[in-house]
């Protein structure tokens, strides 16, 4: 007969183990959480693996123990728990109430004793009980029915001992293993054990006197006389210690079994716990069980349940779809395509929802008549009268452009207001928000296609798992269009929603799909160029290290600079020698080869990344590069770019900037390149108000010569090039929140120096001090800053009580509110430019954002009314207290436009 098995958690073990091997997690409140994910983690693979008809979770009281009364020295020294992990102490506790598992805690007694209590009880009873733990003094409960599961490497992996085990490992019973501790003691607890008995000693005395009693009583047998001197002089103190380390077995307290039996746990309470500590992953898995469970029990109770689907296979049906649309007014969306190329994608099937219970599906391979039905669906979405309503817009925008199809009236996107709710996400997925909000499971994209080699060609998808896959996609769309559109609303950020973000993906979209063209030509010449310059780089390193190695590994060059050159190690790694790019520099005048490594890596890296990258992710048809624009990744609201990354460029490099070279305008067509002068330093002007800087941007003065001018106490007229660039440096440093380190690091100067320069900025400037330090005050009231349009970003580590992290918090505080309104104010001058453009019929087209620039490509004859246009809309984007400047330029290339 199978045997009943409990679970034993060691519930301040397993919590420490967690804090400590995890990274620290916050909510965006700045609840820390990382030892409470690890912890449940654990618990739930436990559960999973190990099955148990019974659980109990024992935790240490704050009152005194027996042992602290019998040894007051015990556990003295110990380091306080952090206090970031002793506030997850209760709302651990609270989880595993929703998780309806019983906690176990008596006054006078620690958790190991009601865990000994407890597994004995179970064990006389016939149970299997496993102990889980981080803690080795458990090993002396093991036994063949009791088993101690101690945890590796963190908390990912488990090591399993019953009492063989702990005789095969330390050579001594699981009994004799509390001897061990009374001869050798223990640090952790401060036990004394016997002064100068290691674990070998203490080993052998034991495997020969069998208990630390034995030997006391049998002294004159030990032939070492030291060591004899050593027991003999501390009889007493090696009772002591094997009292102290002896857990009890035998706790008076009053408990019913049955009160540990596994139950149900309490659902509602546990998912909104988990939402409050935005454990989305471990709702996904609460729900994903349910589901399995369901289907196992033939209940059949996914999503699909929920849907009506109506499949569009000819005209007739398309056009009675058509009526119930237009009766309500409005559709979600939601479509597939092959994804082979951007200008030339088929798409395979598009679901739609109409009202809270109707969905329709269009396969597109199935209709007969594909020309007709192209036709019906540009009817459908060019219907501005139709209010339209996705999750990802811009990705529906890019799916009917091949077919010259635009959607209008687009009202809202679930991805992007739930960015704007909260841009510190990871992802934004339509399965993600489900779970979050209505507490449901969807199948995902590898639920649908599959991995690694098994993945498959959404072609080969089944038919009816992708009607499934998309109509569930619109059903929830539309179940969370009102309850993200509410938080909208409460966070006032209705303007920044609806005039800004929601028109802007459309206005990516475009820019996608026109791309920028590149001179291939020019591009494979650079290609061999590059390649001759790393090679003679490459020599030339070797002639100077007089050996040849392998310069891209960061152990072998590190043994050619500090032990066969000699040069000055600055940073050691667990691995060995640190040759990142800081300590390099560093080392620039001390020999030759330094130069040239730092050289070599900046070729390398242009031509691996750019010159190489740029070939491979030519579009075949166009000839033209289509970056992917992202507008729902960075937490300050900047836009970024992929495949590839044209804001990383390494423009301060000559190297870098003849890159450019390569991106240029179609025949008669040129390159617009309207650039924001000192845009972040503007914003920082109108927010603190501060008279100087005022004055500055309002006199159209040169900002870094007057900074320079009041730092250095000169006249504007006598400021030099070198002091004009530290005031630069200080000036954007402010805005990013810069430490003397940081500045002396950035002008190699003292740090003495570099914070009399920040001193004097601030003299000079008093009122950008004060809006940092009402920023920074603001930040830790409420948990977020906000930039002029009410852009949120939560800084949860602004109360952390780690200095760094909370330094870090502190920077970020001060920074966001500039660097995010900018942000704010280049996307407001992306539409505006955007609509002038599509509303005057314009040929000129926006087709590149990088930082504070915008590219236009336009026609010749375009060019002047076209620039004005540009440099009007970016300079009327926002009324701030002193002018936006624009700096415009013209060329064939983005070089020449420089």
């Known amino acids: 007969m199978k045997k009943d098995r409990i679970i034993i958690i060691d519930g301040n073990s397993l919590i420490n183990r967690a804090f400590y091997a995890l990274p620290p997690l916050m909510t965006k409140e700045g609840h820390h959480t990382n030892a409470i994910y690890g912890f449940i983690t654990m618990l739930f693979k436990v559960i999973e693996e190990y099955q148990p008809q019974y659980i109990g979770v024992a935790f240490d009281k704050k009152a005194p123990t027996f042992r602290h009364k019998e040894f007051k020295e015990y556990k003295a020294g110990r380091k306080k728990m952090p206090p970031e992990l002793g506030e997850q102490m209760e709302p651990l506790k609270e989880v595993l109430d929703a998780l309806r598992i019983y906690r176990i805690e008596i006054e006078g007694f620690e958790a190991d004793d009601l865990i000994g209590t407890l597994a004995k009880y179970c064990e006389a009873k016939g149970f299997e009980s496993l102990i889980v733990t981080g803690d080795k003094d458990a090993l002396q409960l093991a036994s063949q029915d009791t088993k101690i599961l101690i945890t590796k490497k963190g908390i990912s992996n488990l090591e399993i001992y019953d009492d063989k085990k702990v005789l095969e490992d330390f050579e001594v019973t699981p009994l004799q293993f509390i001897d061990l501790k009374g001869l050798m003691g223990d640090k952790s607890d401060n036990i004394p054990g016997v002064p100068g008995v290691g674990e070998k000693t203490a080993v052998k005395l034991i495997k020969e006197f069998g208990s630390v009693e034995n030997l006391i009583q049998n002294t004159q047998q030990i032939s070492a006389a030291k060591l004899r001197e050593k027991i003999e002089d501390n009889r007493e103190q090696a009772i002591l210690s094997k009292r102290l380390a002896t857990i009890v077995t035998n706790v008076p307290v009053a408990m019913e079994i049955e009160e540990l039996k596994v139950e149900e746990f309490d659902r509602d309470r546990l998912l909104e716990l988990f939402k409050k500590y935005e454990f989305n992953s471990l709702i996904n898995k609460i729900i994903g069980n349910e589901k399995r469970e369901n289907q196992g029990e033939g209940k059949e109770q996914e999503q699909n349940a929920n849907l009506c689907i109506v499949t569009i296979s000819h005209k007739e049906a398309f056009e009675e779809m058509m009526k119930e649309i237009k009766k309500e007014k409005t559709m979600v969306l939601k479509s597939i395509t092959e994804e082979k190329n951007i200008v030339k994608n088929k798409v395979i099937g598009l679901a739609i929802a109409v009202g809270e219970k109707n969905q329709y599906y269009i396969d597109f391979s ?16 060019e219907d501005d ?184 190690p600055i940073k050691k790694t667990k691995t060995g020698y640190s040759t990142n790019v800081e300590v390099l520099e560093k080392l620039y005048d001390k020999h030759d080869i330094i130069p040239k490594i730092l050289e070599y890596r900046q070729v390398t890296k242009i031509k691996t990344t750019y010159i190489d990258g740029l070939l491979n992710i030519m579009n075949p048809i166009t000839g033209r590069i289509h970056s992917n624009f992202n507008q729902t990744v960075t937490t300050t609201g900047r836009i970024s770019s992929t495949e590839p990354n044209l804001q990383n460029i390494p423009i301060k490099l000559e190297l870098g900037r003849q890159l450019r070279k390569v991106f240029g305008a179609q025949q008669d067509y040129q390159l617009i390149d309207a650039d924001y002068s000192q845009i ?156 002038r453009l599509k509303e005057g019929n314009f040929q000129a087209n926006l087709i590149l954002q990088v930082h504070d620039e915008l590219i236009v490509e336009c026609p010749n004859y375009e060019l002047e009314t076209v620039s004005t246009i540009v440099k009007e809309c970016m300079e009327q984007a926002m009324d701030l207290k002193v002018p936006l400047k624009v700096d415009l330029a013209y060329g064939p290339t983005w070089y020449d436009a420089k």
């Open 366 to 381: 199935d209709y007969k008549d594909e020309n007709e039905l192209i036709g019906l669906v540009k009817k459908l979405l």
């Open 680 to 835: 972040e330093l503007r914003v920082l002007a109108h927010i603190s108000e501060d008279k100087n800087l005022l004055e500055s941007f309002v006199k159209d003065q040169d900002v870094h010569t007057r900074t320079a001018s009041e730092i250095f106490q000169v006249p504007m007229e006598e400021v030099t090039s070198a002091m004009r660039s530290s005031a630069k440096a200080v000036n954007f440093g402010i805005v990013y929140g810069i430490s003397d380190f940081g500045l002396a690091e950035n002008l190699n100067i003292s740090r003495y120096k570099a914070k009399q320069y920040i001193e004097s900025y601030l003299e000079k400037y008093a009122s950008v001090q004060k809006y940092m330090e009402e920023t920074v005050k603001i930040a830790k009231e409420k948990g977020y800053v906000l930039t002029l349009l009410n852009r949120r970003r939560y800084l949860p580590e602004i109360t952390s009580r780690n200095f760094n992290i909370r330094s870090f918090g502190e920077r970020v505080a001060m920074n966001t509110p500039i660097q995010g309104s900018a942000a704010d104010i280049i996307k407001i001058a992306m539409v505006k430019v955007y609509k």
């Open 385 to 568: 009268t139709i209010e339209k309503v996705s999750h990802d817009i811009k990705k529906e925008l890019l799916h009917f452009y091949p077919y010259g199809i635009e959607i209008k009236n687009i009202v809202f996107d679930t991805m992007i207001g739930e960015y704007l709710i909260d841009p510190s996400k990871s992802s934004y997925s339509i399965k993600e928000l489900a779970v979050q909000y209505l507490g449901e499971n969807l199948l995902d994209e590898e639920d649908l296609r599959g991995t690694g080699k098994n993945k498959l060609e959404i072609e080969a998808i089944p038919r009816e798992k992708l009607q499934t896959y998309l109509c569930q996609q619109v059903r929830i769309i539309n179940k969370l269009t009102k309850t993200l559109d509410e938080k909208i609303k409460e966070l006032q950020l209705l303007e920044l929603y609806y005039e800004i973000e929601l028109p802007l993906a459309e206005v990516l979209a475009s820019m996608e799909f026109k791309g920028i063209q590149v001179d291939k030509h020019m591009l494979e010449d650079l290609k061999i160029e590059f390649k001759e310059k790393i090679d003679n780089l490459t020599e030339e390193i070797y002639r100077l290290a007089e050996s040849t190695f392998n310069i891209n590994s960061p152990k072998q060059l590190g043994e050619i600079l500090f032990d066969k050159l000699q040069l000055p």
